[in-house]
C-alpha cells in the first residue's frame, strides 16, 4: 500500500509546484516594479531643491524677455478678381459643355488669375514700391541694405490663396494702422501692375488688328479680280476685325479697376505676438523635463562616484590585512 500511495504523491507536488513558482515569480515582478516607481519618486523628492529652482528661473527669465518683445499687429485684407474677368473665363470654356466648363473654369481661375496675383505681391517691384512709400527702413531701423528691409517686409507679409481663389493679404507690424494701410497698399499696388498688364495686353491686341485691317484693305483694293466667294469672306473678315479693333481701343482706354476688395484692412485691436502666456507655459514644462532629468544624470553620478570610492576603501582594507 505504502509503494502504491508513494507515486500518486510525487505527482501531485509537482503539479501543484508550477502555479507556486509562477505567483512568486509575478510577486517579485510586482515588487521590482514597485520599486523602480519609488526609487524615481525618491530621485525626484531628493532633488526637488533643483528641480524647483530651474523651473522658477527659466518661467521668470522666459516672462521677462517676454514683455521686453515688441508688440506686433495683424491686419489682413481679401481681394477675388472682378466678375467681368471670370464671366470671360467662364465664356473661353463655354463650348465644353457644362461639367467640362465648370471644371475648367475651376482651374483657370483658381490656378490662373489666383497665383498670378500671388506671384505680382510677391514681386521685387511691389516690396521696392512699398518700402519707399512708406520709408520702412527708418520703420525697421535698416540704415544700409536694401535687401535687408526687403526680406523683413517679406517676412512679415504672408499672402494665401483660399479653396474659392480667394487672396488673402496679411502684415504684421509694430503700429496697428501701418499694419493696415501696409495691407491696403498691397492691394493698391496689385492693382496698378494689373492694369498696366492690361493696356499692354489690349495696346498689343490693338497694333496686332491695325496691322492684319490694312492687309485686308489691300486685298481688298483688289476685289474686281476676286471670285464672288473669296471676296465675300474677304469683308466679312474686315468687319472682324474692325470690331475687335475698336474693342481693343475701350480696353486699353479704359482704367476700371482690375480687382475686387472683399474686405479691407482695418487696424486691428488686439496684438498677434508676442504670446506670452504660451511663451511662459511651454519655458515651463520644457524645463520641468529637463530638470528631471539633469536629477537623474546627477544621481548616477553620484553613485558611481560613491561606488569608486567604496572599492578603493575595500582595497585598502584588504591591503592592511
Known amino acids: 500500500m505504502d509503494d502504491m500511495t508513494r507515486p500518486c504523491s510525487g505527482v ?8 507556486e513558482n509562477a505567483n512568486y515569480s509575478s510577486a517579485r515582478q510586482d515588487d521590482a516594479d514597485e520599486i523602480n516607481l519609488v526609487d524615481y519618486l525618491r530621485v525626484i523628492s531628493k532633488h526637488r531643491r533643483m528641480i524647483f529652482w530651474i523651473c522658477t528661473i527659466t518661467v521668470i527669465i522666459t516672462a521677462i524677455v517676454s514683455m521686453r518683445l515688441p508688440k506686433m499687429y495683424a491686419a489682413a485684407v481679401s481681394v477675388v478678381p472682378p466678375i467681368d474677368i471670370l464671366q470671360k473665363e467662364s465664356g473661353m470654356a463655354g463650348g465644353l459643355g457644362a461639367v467640362k466648363s465648370s471644371i475648367l473654369r475651376n482651374a483657370m481661375y483658381v490656378g490662373g488669375i489666383s497665383d498670378m496675383y500671388v506671384g505680382i505681391l510677391r514681386s521685387r ?17 535698416v540704415k544700409h541694405g536694401f535687401s535687408v528691409v526687403r526680406r523683413i517686409l517679406c517676412e512679415r507679409t504672408s499672402v494665401k490663396v483660399g479653396d474659392e481663389g480667394i487672396v488673402t ?24 501692375r494689373n492694369k498696366q498688364l492690361f493696356v499692354g495686353q489690349a495696346t498689343n491686341k490693338k497694333v496686332f488688328l491695325e496691322n492684319r485691317l490694312r492687309e485686308i484693305k489691300q486685298e ?12 465675300k469672306i474677304k469683308e466679312m473678315l474686315f468687319e472682324l476685325l474692325t470690331r475687335e479693333y475698336e474693342i481693343s481701343k475701350i480696353e486699353e482706354a479704359k482704367s476700371m479697376p482690375t480687382i475686387q476688395v472683399l474686405d479691407r484692412a482695418e487696424p486691428p485691436e488686439k496684438k498677434c505676438k508676442p504670446r506670452r502666456t504660451r511663451m511662459v507655459l511651454l519655458a515651463g514644462v520644457t524645463s520641468l523635463f529637463i530638470s528631471v532629468a539633469a536629477a537623474f544624470v546627477r544621481e548616477r553620478f553620484t553613485r558611481v562616484s560613491f561606488g569608486g570610492e567604496l572599492d578603493v576603501v575595500a582595497q585598502r582594507q584588504g591591503f592592511l590585512h
Not at 12 to 19: I, K, L, M, R, S
Not at 169 to 192: F, H, K, T
Not at 220 to 231: N, P, Y
Open 12 to 19: 501531485n507536488n509537482t503539479v501543484v509546484g508550477v502555479p
Open 125 to 141: 517691384s511691389v516690396a521696392d514700391a512699398l518700402i519707399e512709400r512708406f520709408d520702412l527702413g527708418k520703420v525697421y531701423k
Open 169 to 192: 493679404i496679411m502684415v504684421e507690424d509694430g503700429d496697428p494702422c501701418r499694419a493696415a494701410n501696409l495691407a491696403n497698399a498691397y492691394v493698391e499696388e496689385l492693382d496698378r
Open 220 to 231: 481688298l483694293s483688289q476685289i474686281d479680280s476676286m471670285l464672288s466667294r473669296d471676296a
